[in-house]
Nanobody
Framework: QVQLAESGGGLGQAGGSLRLSCAASGPIFKINNMGWYRQAPGNQRDLVAVITSGGRTNYADSVKGRFTISRDNAKNTVYLQMNSLKPEDTAVYYC???????????????WGKGTLVTVSS
């Protein structure tokens, strides 16, 4: 069973930085897109950033210039470097990946359990 495990959440201060990591494990043949989403209380889950296997990136307008997504394909890991944090960045951050499972030609989408990021003013 493919699993995604996030780490690096916690409490940050406005103007500060945090770095999230998400490692994928299990019977993985290939990972296509990897991304980060976030969900604040009472809100829907929204895309934060996504990165293709080739390294192309896309960001939500609200985080452009502040957050950077990257990945290490050898480690099946995606990162989110969050700088210039704002209180409105407070949310549960979820990792997401499109995975081709070993022995399958199908791409399945997986979610991590989420990690809470709280930004104090």
């Amino acid at each position: 069973q493919v699993q995604l495990a996030e780490s690096g959440g916690g409490l940050g201060q406005a103007g500060g930085s945090l770095r999230l990591s998400c490692a994928a494990s299990g019977p993985i043949f290939k990972i296509n897109n990897m991304g980060w989403y976030r969900q604040a209380p009472g809100n829907q889950r929204d895309l934060v950033a996504v990165i293709t296997s080739g390294g192309r990136t896309n960001y939500a307008d609200s985080v452009k210039g502040r957050f950077t997504i990257s990945r290490d394909n050898a480690k099946n890991t995606v990162y989110l470097q969050m700088n210039s944090l704002k209180p409105e960045d407070t949310a549960v951050y979820y990792c997401n990946a499109d995975v081709v499972v070993l022995g399958s030609y199908l791409t399945n989408n997986y979610w991590g359990k989420g990690t809470l990021v709280t930004v104090s003013s």
